[in-house]
């Protein structure tokens, strides 16, 4: 079963950058495409972005589109989302998982951006 661990998370000021990274463990890690999705308080999780098997960004939600970076590492197993311009509505858990989301959902990483 694939692990996943997230970390990177913290508090910034609006205008601040992160950069989160995600750990799979296992051998398939090269094969799947891999998202980052987050879930700001009372709302619904939510797919960021997206990195094909063949480390193409895809599928950015529009709120991130040019702030947010996704790439990967896959002789690590790991997944990074470089994030600048950091703004309050981006305050939320962060977690990795397939794109679709198939795998069991790591605890996530919490990023908190002051105004």
């Known amino acids: 079963q694939v692990q996943l661990v997230e970390s990177g998370g913290g508090l910034v000021q609006a205008g601040g950058s992160l950069r989160l990274s995600c750990v799979a463990s296992?051998?398939?890690?090269?094969?799947?495409?891999m998202g980052w999705y987050r879930q700001a308080p009372g709302k619904q999780r939510e797919l960021v972005g997206g990195?094909?098997?063949?480390?193409?960004?895809?599928a950015y939600a529009e709120s991130v589109e040019g702030r947010f970076t996704i790439s990967r590492d896959n002789a690590k197993n790991t997944v990074f989302l470089q994030m600048n311009g950091l703004e309050p509505e981006d305050t939320a858990v962060y977690y990795c998982?397939?794109?679709?989301?198939?795998?069991?959902w790591g605890r996530g990483t919490l990023v908190t951006v002051s105004s």
């Open positions: 296992g051998s398939t890690f090269k094969f799947r495409g």
């Open positions: 990195i094909t098997s063949s480390d193409i960004p895809i």
């Open positions: 998982n397939e794109l679709p989301p198939l795998l069991g």
